[in-house]
Nanobody, 126 residues
């Protein structure tokens, strides 16, 4: 059973950068689709970015396009979310997730994903 553990969250200021990491253990993550979602208090969980592990196809939410980048390293089963030009509205708990399906377009609904991490808090102060 694959497990996902996020890290790298914290408190930053408006305009700062931050890199989140997601470590996958307990199984292979090849031939999967990986994604980052976020959830702010009182709001629904929303898609941030996703990618096919093999092939590298990516998809971004409009709110983060041009500011966030999703990437991965094969050797360490790590997925990253590089976040730049952070804004207070980016404040959320960020979750790493995967599905063993490789779909096009990359799914953007939480119920399309099967395994979730516990999340890491990102707070952007103004």
């Amino acid at each position: 059973q694959v497990q996902l553990v996020e890290s790298g969250g914290g408190l930053v200021q408006d305009g700062d950068s931050l890199r989140l990491s997601c470590a996958a253990s307990g199984g292979a993550v090849s031939a999967n689709t990986m994604a980052w979602f976020r959830q702010a208090p009182g709001k629904e969980r929303e898609f941030v970015a996703g990618m096919h592990w093999n092939g590298g196809r990516t998809k971004y939410a409009d709110a983060v396009k041009g500011r966030f980048t999703i990437s991965r390293t094969n050797a360490k089963n790590l997925v990253y979310l590089q976040m730049s030009s952070l804004k207070p509205e980016d404040t959320s708990v960020y979750y790493c997730t995967l599905t063993r399906k490789v779909l096009l377009p990359i799914p953007t609904q939480p119920n399309e994903y099967e395994v979730w991490g516990l999340g890491t808090q990102v707070t952007v102060s103004s």
